[in-house]
């Protein structure tokens, strides 16, 4: 089987162009069951129930979030009543919504979990240990996690500390598609970041002037999303769903 993930959406520009080039892509690699970061699909960032339904009918199966997954004043709302919704498993309890969601596909099923990292970050619960927790719950071989991360470091290390316990850990957060995909014990599939679906020439989406500027002077802006040409980062891994096995994967970067 194959699992394509698309890397952070970003706003109205991010979305146009999955919308426009998702159903030759997976036509093109024989694609099973398709995630896509969502946390930056809403205009400004964030997500909202219009983007979220903007995405599930483009053909998202599965939508992952990160740190902007609260952003919006609706989000508690929305992270309730869309299951295929997830926001990072580690977040305290209590928070609304779930950390993972299992995909029935009939024949099989299919467990995507979205972690959050903290170094760097907001200073949540221990990924490392909210990742043992739930593969004790999961009944299914075939998991892949969408670790949303800052540090390379520590994203590296979630890949080798679940080599060989899950299908694949899949990086995001920084927006820039990373050229060290590998499958880890011959098992799991790893790559630090899959990349960003959105403005290419940018700053991470942003309109690069605004980016600049805040960096020279360290004084407040606000950011604009770039009206540069976008394009679509992603990865397909192909996996045996009987043992959730990676057998293969590879980059997309669509322009």
């Given at each position: 089987?194959?699992?394509?993930?698309i890397g952070?959406?970003?706003?109205?520009?991010?979305?146009?162009?999955?919308?426009e080039?998702?159903?030759?892509?997976?036509?093109?690699h024989?694609?099973?069951?398709?995630?896509?970061?969502g946390?930056?699909s809403?205009?400004g960032n964030g997500i909202?129930?219009?983007?979220?339904?903007?995405l599930t009918?483009?053909?998202i199966d599965?939508i992952t979030t990160?740190?902007?997954?609260?952003?919006?004043?609706e989000a508690?709302?929305?992270?309730?009543?869309?299951?295929?919704?997830i926001?990072?498993?580690n977040y305290?309890?209590?928070?609304?919504?779930?950390?993972y969601?299992?995909?029935?596909?009939?024949?099989?099923?299919?467990a995507v979990?979205?972690?959050?990292?903290v170094?760097?970050?907001?200073?949540?619960?221990?990924?490392?240990?909210?990742?043992?927790k739930i593969l004790?719950?999961?009944?299914?071989?075939n998991?892949f996690?969408?670790f949303?991360?800052e540090?390379?470091?520590?994203k590296?290390?979630m890949?080798?500390?679940?080599?060989?316990r899950?299908?694949?850990?899949?990086?995001?957060?920084?927006h820039?598609?990373?050229?060290?995909?590998?499958i880890?014990?011959?098992?799991?599939?790893y790559i630090?970041?899959?990349?960003?679906?959105g403005?290419?020439?940018?700053?991470?989406?942003?309109k690069s002037?605004?980016?600049i500027?805040?960096m020279?002077?360290h004084?407040?802006a606000?950011f604009?999303e770039?009206d540069?040409p976008?394009?679509?980062n992603g990865?397909?891994?192909?996996f045996?769903?009987k043992?959730?096995?990676?057998?293969?994967m590879f980059?997309?970067?669509?322009r």
């Open positions: 089987m194959r699992l394509l993930f952070d959406i970003v706003g109205k520009q991010g979305c146009n162009f999955l919308a080039n998702l159903y030759s892509i997976k036509k093109e024989n694609i099973d069951i398709t995630v896509a970061n946390e930056n809403a205009q909202t129930k219009y983007s979220a339904d903007f009918n483009c053909g599965v990160g740190n902007h997954a609260f952003k919006r004043q508690h709302e929305i992270f309730e009543n869309i299951p295929h919704l926001r990072p498993a305290p309890q209590g928070v609304a919504g779930r950390g969601y299992i995909y029935d596909m009939g024949i099989t099923q299919i979990i979205n972690l959050m990292g170094v760097f970050l907001e200073a949540l619960d221990n990924p490392f240990d909210t990742i043992d004790n719950e999961i009944n299914t071989p998991i996690v969408d949303h991360a540090a390379t470091s520590e590296k290390a890949g080798h500390y679940l080599a060989g899950v299908t694949a850990v899949m990086g995001t957060h920084t820039v598609q990373t050229n060290d995909a590998v880890l014990k011959n098992h799991t599939g630090t970041d899959v990349g960003m679906t403005p290419e020439n940018s700053v991470l989406g942003v002037e605004i980016a500027q805040k020279k002077t004084f407040p606000r604009i770039s540069e976008s394009f679509l990865i397909v891994l192909e045996d769903n043992l959730g096995k990676c057998n293969k980059n997309i970067i669509l």
